[in-house]
């Protein structure tokens, strides 16, 4: 029971009630959130098991939109969640039995994993990296940190839940008083409104009619020739290596090989599609690209497209400077190599003299200023 001092100032509206109907909704975004951050990782960093189709070409815009969102909406339901359980915490005995140190304990870790969570991650759609971490491998490790917690949880308090949800949620139960201020029904009311402004605020960055309400969506889908650029040319230190007289594409599968310049890339026959740019921050947009398609390219040296693919930047540097294509990936039509964006020559930006772009893919993994593409044997 709680000490006698902090009883008399609890209020009502701290019930098992509110924190059970907050309590779903909160599991609920964390699912969404933990499934769509596993489909990224696994996407970026494959397991031998798993693959990833190539269409429908806005699948991954989708699930990783779908991630961040139902991320973000978890901070306002996690601070209710707390607001209405922390006096709580301090019910006397602190530690009654095991059962009740495993609830202690699955708290604790559950507080402190969701916080970890969901700050790293609002840091990382904003590209705020002030750790020393690898934020992709302590989030994705994190979080089954969090899952699991939630999961002990959820079953050690699953009578407390059944309890308060077989009532109105306006009944107060027999221990309490009614609330004289804000009624509950108010608080989840408010609580919908949090979230759901919270939801709006950044929705935009993956819904394009959503935009001009997405006031604190780092990515507002404007750019250079219409498209965000994360990593410019400068940052990636191929300003003068991309423009290059000698600059070539090394297409090599086994002994066969040939360089193309970008007047010869331009001379093949050219394909154009419509696709997102996805990034893992939650942003996308989509537009026009036309170039060869990987697979013609991939022919001029014999390649029959049935093999994964290394695709490789003239970054010297940076995680994503060497990429794998999936075989999925390389014999689908829109898979490109792309030399334009929405009708106007790539910028440096974008990824000239050349990049890849594929479908249903993460924006880290569309290679630019491509130097080589290696058919894997």
Request: net charge positive; glycine share 8%.
């Given at each position: ?162 309890d308060a949800l077989s009532r109105p949620v306006g009944e107060p139960a027999a221990d309490q008083p009614a609330p004289t201020g804000l009624s509950r ?152 190599i792309a030399l334009r964006l929405n009708d106007a020559e790539l910028s440096l930006d974008h990824g000239y003299p050349c990049r890849l772009i594929a ?19």
């Open positions: 029971m709680l000490p006698p001092a902090i009883s008399a100032r609890i209020s009502p509206d701290r019930s098992p009630a509110v924190a059970a109907r907050i309590g779903i909704a909160l599991g609920i975004a964390v699912t969404i959130c933990f499934v769509t951050g596993l489909l990224s990782h696994w996407i970026q960093q494959p397991p031998g098991w798993f693959r990833w189709p190539a269409n429908p070409p806005w699948l991954y815009r989708v699930t990783q939109g779908g991630h961040v969102l139902s991320g973000v909406m978890a901070i306002p339901l996690l601070l209710i969640k707390l607001w209405s359980v922390y006096p709580r915490l301090f019910a006397r005995p602190l530690l009654a039995n095991p059962l009740h140190l495993l609830e202690r304990g699955s708290i604790a870790l559950l507080v402190g994993s969701m916080i970890f969570e969901l700050a790293t991650g609002l840091a990382n759609i904003a590209q705020y990296y002030p750790w020393r971490f690898f934020f992709p491998a302590a989030h994705y490790a994190m979080a089954f940190v969090a899952f699991g917690a939630l999961a002990v949880h959820l079953a050690v308090k699953l009578p407390i839940v059944r029904r108010g608080l989840l009311g408010a609580a919908v409104a949090a979230t759901t402004v919270a939801g709006l605020a950044v929705a935009g960055q993956s819904v394009p009619w959503l935009r001009w309400i997405a006031v604190l969506a780092p990515r507002s889908g404007e750019g250079p020739q219409g498209l965000p650029v994360n990593r410019t040319a400068g940052q990636a230190g191929v300003t003068d290596t991309a423009r290059a007289a000698d600059y070539r594409l090394v297409v090599r599968a086994g002994t066969n090989e040939r360089a193309f310049t970008r007047a010869e890339l331009e001379a093949l026959p050219q394909t154009a599609a419509i696709l997102p740019i996805a990034c893992v921050e939650g942003w996308s947009a989509s537009a026009h690209w036309s170039g060869v398609r990987l697979r013609d390219l991939l022919a001029t040296v014999g390649a029959t497209g049935r093999h994964d693919v290394t695709v490789r930047s003239l970054e010297q540097s940076g995680l994503y400077r060497i990429t794998q294509l999936p075989a999925t990936h390389v014999v689908d039509d829109q898979t490109l479908p249903n893919r993460p924006g880290v993994l569309q290679t630019k200023w491509l130097s080589a593409i290696e058919v894997r044997a």
